[in-house]
């Protein structure tokens, strides 16, 4: 039947990772106070709309990187994910 599309999942990591994901989301959410943490949330990507995303916070050092590290897990699609990464790049 062929092979399942990439998942959709974005990672950054680094001091300013949490403040540059929570100023995508619509509207700006809560964000929990433990780790790890998951919360439901639309998030805004210039020029695709808003979209519904899975944000999962593993705050340093317990994380992979020992840095603080979000998770987004959006619909599988690529571009968007790309789009997203831009975005929290030039945040």
């Known amino acids: 039947a062929g092979r399942p599309p ?8 680094g001091p300013l990772s949490v ?15 433990h780790s790890p943490a998951s919360i439901a949330a639309r998030i805004c990507v210039l020029g695709c709309g808003d979209w ?8 340093a050092p317990r994380s992979y990187t020992g840095q ?3 998770e987004i897990l959006t619909v599988g699609a690529l ?8 975005m929290l790049i030039a945040a």
Do not use: K, Y
């Not at 990439?6 to 990591?13: F, K």
């Open 19 to 33: 403040p540059a994901v929570r100023s995508l989301l619509m509207p700006p959410a809560a964000w929990p106070d």
């Open 52 to 59: 519904p995303a899975r944000i999962t916070c593993f705050a």
């Open 6 to 13: 990439p998942a959709a999942i974005g990672r950054i990591s």
């Open 68 to 70: 603080d590290v979000v």
């Open 79 to 86: 571009p968007l994910v790309r789009r997203i990464c831009e």
